[in-house]
């Protein structure tokens, strides 16, 4: 419905512009139409590609509250834990994911970026339709910037997300360091579809899981 809204309002738009020229006796000689005609065209295909974006993160859901969490006790290594049974939508199916823990934190990449003293970054946990994690690291900024999450890979579903922040002294080096080191202030947030779209359920400020 939104879509066809802004198509109304950009034909009633053009329809109001060439009412006032003619009013105003404009010469139309001065006007190139081809150009005006061109940049409409592209308009236009700008929002149909952005229609077809919403059309798919429609068909992407999280349907229950996934309770992700950091674990603290397997070795040096920070791993998730998926505390509730979690179903979950991608395109025209419903999937199911059990309780999992000691999920070990995996990237399309291949590696991730450590995160420095003074600086802050929010990673993104999906699903795929196999069930399988993946956590996908966004930018690293400043501690006195907002971090945002990075786009969802595609074919994905997401369940939730972290921020972690660096304090002084300390370095956080994704699957490596735990999620109870000192100052890294850890911030666990559940989703049911893709960021930037009031994705978010909740946040707890330092969900770890001590098992």
Avoid at 144 to 154: H, N
Wanted: contains cysteine.
């Amino acid at each position: 419905m939104k879509t066809k809204s802004i198509f109304g309002r950009l034909a009633l738009v053009i329809c109001v512009f060439v009412f006032i020229l003619n009013l105003m006796g404009a010469d139309w000689n001065r006007f190139n139409l081809n150009e005006i005609l061109e940049e409409i065209e592209t308009l236009v295909n700008e929002l149909k590609t952005d229609a077809n974006a919403n059309i798919v993160l429609q068909k992407v859901r999280c349907l229950d509250y996934a309770d992700l969490a950091g674990e603290t006790t397997v070795g040096s290594a920070a791993k998730l834990d998926i505390q509730n049974e979690t179903h979950f939508v991608i395109g025209d199916y419903i999937y199911e994911k059990a309780v999992t823990g000691s999920i070990t934190m995996t990237t399309a990449a291949g590696s991730y970026t450590t995160i420095t003293e003074g600086n802050r970054c929010r990673f993104l946990v999906s699903l795929t339709s196999a069930g399988v994690v993946w956590t996908t690291q966004g930018t690293v900024v400043a501690s006195t910037e907002t971090a945002s999450f990075p786009d969802l890979p595609s074919g994905q579903c997401p369940i939730g997300g972290f921020q972690i922040s660096c304090g002084s002294g300390i370095e956080f080096t994704p699957a490596t360091t735990v999620f109870t080191a000192a100052s890294i202030s850890p911030v666990f947030y559940n989703l049911y579809t893709a960021p930037g779209t009031q994705a978010l359920i909740t946040s707890t400020s330092s969900n770890t899981d001590n098992k």
